[in-house]
T-cell receptor, first 117, second 115 residues
Framework: GAVVSQHPSWVICKSGTSVKIECRSL??????MFWYRQFPKQSLMLMAT?????????EQGVEKDKFLINHASLTLSTLTVTSAHPEDSSFYIC?????????????FGPGTRLTVT | AQKITQTQPGMFVQEKEAVTLDCTYD???????LFWYKQPSSGEMIFLIY??????QNATEGRYSLNFQKARKSANLVISASQLGDSAMYFC????????????FGAGTTVTVRA
């Protein structure tokens, strides 16, 4: 199956700093990417959907100025958590799909664990 | 309103036995897809099985089968012959047509397989 990578796999940052998480599709063109957030032992909550070359569409309640998403190429999307605070500590997972493929084909990255101290 | 409901927070199952994980969904869209994912403690999401709303037969993938009861809006996952490696969190998810392929996830069920 198709492979999606995330970098870094875990990151610790100080409160007030920004951190960037990368999501890459390694062997397909990710026309659409999704960013999810997951707190311990909870469900995945969709944060935003990004289509290559377009602005991301954020879910209700997600601060677009805090969670900056860029999907500038068909293989890379980035999520930047700006001015991070301890409550932003979470597991961030991306997924990606390629236009024209069966709609059940959506591939998840391995996730990035963010800890804000 | 909750689109996907998983009412079992946690379950224990004996090795080699079968286990059924419940999932009910809510949608007025006639075209939708239902998914089950496994998330081990490492965190990666592993796709298990898919059922389309128009599929006539229940989906099966190896030891996984989906008991799709459309009128009841339920899509239970059955894992047969449980193995220790099946211990993980399991999520039911739904995609509705025309929503940009977004998935709505249930709360998840933690399965622990006992030797």
């Amino acid at each position: 199956g198709a492979v999606v990578s995330q970098h870094p796999s875990w990151v610790i940052c100080k409160s007030g700093t920004s951190v960037k998480i990368e999501c890459r599709s390694l062997d397909f063109q990710a026309t659409t990417m999704f960013w999810y957030r997951q707190f311990p032992k909870q469900s995945l909550m969709l944060m935003a959907t990004s289509n290559e070359g377009s602005k991301a569409t954020y879910e209700q309640g997600v601060e677009k100025d805090k969670f900056l998403i860029n999907h500038a190429s068909l293989t890379l999307s980035t999520l930047t958590v700006t001015s991070a605070h301890p409550e932003d500590s979470s597991f961030y997972i991306c997924s990606a799909r390629e236009a024209g493929t069966p709609h059940w084909e959506q591939y998840f990255g391995p996730g990035t664990r963010l800890t804000v101290t | 309103a909750q689109k996907i409901t998983q009412t079992q927070p946690g379950m224990f199952v004996q090795e080699k036995e079968a286990v059924t994980l419940d999932c009910t969904y809510d949608t007025s869209d006639p075209s939708y897809g239902l998914f089950w994912y496994k998330q081990p403690s490492s965190g990666e999401m592993i796709f298990l099985i898919y059922q389309g709303s128009y599929d006539q037969q229940n989906a099966t993938e190896g030891r996984y089968s989906l008991n799709f009861q459309k009128a009841r809006k339920s899509a239970n996952l059955v894992i047969s012959a449980s193995q220790l490696g099946d211990s993980a969190m399991y999520f039911c998810a739904m995609r509705e047509s025309g929503n940009d392929y977004k998935l709505s996830f249930g709360a998840g069920t933690t399965v622990t397989v006992r030797a």
